[in-house]
């Protein structure tokens, strides 16, 4: 069981926007920020939003972050087909000595 | 353009011990204000924080592994390294290396290594 929620699958058609929610509490999501990780079939992941809502060079901006109290959303707009993958989630817990926890995954695909 | 790599046994028998260690090239693991950290996925699920360590050789874990995990760092061949004790069926996952850019609560992984597979089996 992940310490944040996410959905186990989305999905969407080519041009669609699809957003992937992460639910957590006041120990993580509600007192830092979250990232987000897209990892490929037998690949390791990468970051795909970092401080919330940020980009690391190279990530196209149709992926987009946000963040509200103790959730978070990532968006796709204009889905493609080769963004279909899996989607983590993940935040600093402050509970006991402190952890990172993520969420248990989103598989999406693009129909 | 940093990068890491994992390497050690792919097979380990239970009660044994879990070694593993993570090369970074293009760039120092003395940089100041990045930490290095395992990471594990079991098959088919999700991923797990195990520890980290900063080059000063303060290292901090999971709390639910924190009794057989040890992390430590070599900073003259620029690699750290990761001992599970006692292992068992359940410790069978691909563990990936990660640089953490910042540290806890505005930190991220922004570099993995490629992972590799342990397989805890007699």
């Known amino acids: 069981q992940s310490v944040l929620t996410q959905p186990p699958s989305a999905s969407g058609t080519p041009g669609q926007r699809v957003a992937i929610s992460c639910s957590g509490s006041?120990?993580?999501?509600?007192?830092?920020?979250v990232n987000w990780y897209q990892q490929f079939p037998g690949t390791a992941p990468k970051l795909l939003i970092y401080?919330?809502?940020e980009r690391p060079s190279g990530v196209p901006d149709r992926f987009s972050g946000s963040k509200s109290g103790t959730s978070a959303s990532l968006a796709i707009s204009g889905l493609q087909s080769e963004d279909e993958a899996d989607y983590y989630c993940?935040?600093?817990?402050?509970?006991?000595?402190?952890?990172?926890?993520f969420g248990g995954g989103t598989k999406l695909t693009v129909l | 353009q940093v990068q890491l790599q994992e390497s050690g046994p792919g097979l380990v028998r239970p009660s044994q011990t879990l070694s593993l260690t993570c090369t970074v090239s293009?760039?120092?693991?003395?940089?100041?204000?990045?930490?290095w950290s395992w990471i594990r996925q079991h098959p088919g699920k999700g991923l797990e924080w195990i520890g980290n360590?900063?080059?000063?050789?303060?290292?901090y874990y999971n709390p639910s592994l924190k009794s057989r995990v040890s992390i430590s760092v070599d900073t003259s061949k620029n690699q750290f390294s990761l001992k599970l004790t006692s292992v068992t069926a359940a410790d069978t996952a691909m563990y990936y290396c990660?640089?953490?850019?910042?540290?806890?609560?505005?930190?991220?992984?922004?570099?993995w290594g490629q992972g590799t597979l342990v397989t805890v089996s007699s």
């Open positions: 993940a935040a600093w817990d402050d509970s006991l000595s402190g952890l990172w926890v």
């Open positions: 990660a640089r953490n850019r910042g540290w806890s609560g505005e930190s991220d992984f922004d570099y």
């Open positions: 360590i900063y080059y000063s050789g303060s290292a």
């Open positions: 006041s120990s993580n999501i509600g007192s830092n920020t």
């Open positions: 293009g760039g120092s693991i003395r940089s100041v204000g990045y930490y």
């Open positions: 401080n919330n809502n």
